[in-house]
């Protein structure tokens, strides 16, 4: 059985990826440069993001640093503003606790987590949580997941991680640990082949740890 659950946290555990590609698409409208969605997605598999497209269509790095800004602040609105919550990831987690030890490792910044964790219970669950400020490279590589085995004294073998994007898998998949993807409409297109497990909620993941002994 699987001892160590990581959990990506964006689009598993909150419903916030789509509001973040939302907020960059307006801060960049606002200099004349269209943010497409598929190229964005193709983008974020590779550790890409927002301003790759604006770098492609020749927007200077004084205008990136101004428009992340605003990106940042649109970002912080829509988390105080739109809902967020995912049907059953509290329940899910008081269910998961009891069979398994939990940690969250994501690229969110730590001002926007605290933000989005200011009021729910979703963090009680978890022994630690890694956010961008806490490890060098960004995902997809393995830096976040192999840092949190070290934070837990785990080997790859004993943890699972549960992600929704193909960079996240990509960052599981070279730290040797197995993933579980769950299903997201916004990241529906990306590539998980390499994938050990797919599923369609959070409430899925307690058969199946239990399952894996």
Not at 21 to 37: H, K, S, T
Not at 65 to 82: K, P, S
Not at 146 to 163: D, K, N, Y
Not at 190 to 210: E, P, V
Request: glycine share 6%.
């Amino acid at each position: 059985m699987k001892k160590y659950i990581l959990f990506d946290h964006d689009g598993v555990l909150v419903d916030t990826e789509y509001w973040y590609y939302r907020a960059g698409e307006r801060a960049l409208a606002e200099i004349g440069v269209r943010l497409d969605l598929d190229q964005y997605l193709r983008d974020m598999a590779h550790g890409l993001g927002t301003w790759h497209q604006a770098k492609a269509a020749g927007v200077d790095e004084q205008t990136i640093a101004r428009q992340r800004r605003m990106r940042d602040a649109l970002y912080e609105e829509y988390l105080r503003t739109e809902s967020i919550a995912i049907d059953g990831v509290v329940d899910a987690l008081a269910d998961l606790v009891k069979v398994a030890r939990l940690a969250i490792v994501t690229t969110s910044r730590r001002s926007d987590f605290d933000l989005i964790h200011s009021e729910d219970a979703i963090t009680r669950f978890m022994d630690f949580i890694l956010v961008r400020d806490d490890y060098v490279h960004a995902k997809p590589h393995p830096e976040p997941y192999l840092t949190a085995l070290a934070r837990f004294g785990a080997s790859p073998t004993e943890a699972l991680v549960v992600e929704d994007s193909a960079r996240g898998l990509r960052s599981a998949v070279a730290a040797g640990i197995d993933c579980a993807v769950v299903d997201n409409a916004f990241t529906a297109t990306q590539d998980f082949s390499q994938a050990t497990y797919r599923i369609g909620a959070l409430r899925d993941l307690k058969n199946l740890i239990l399952g894996s002994s």
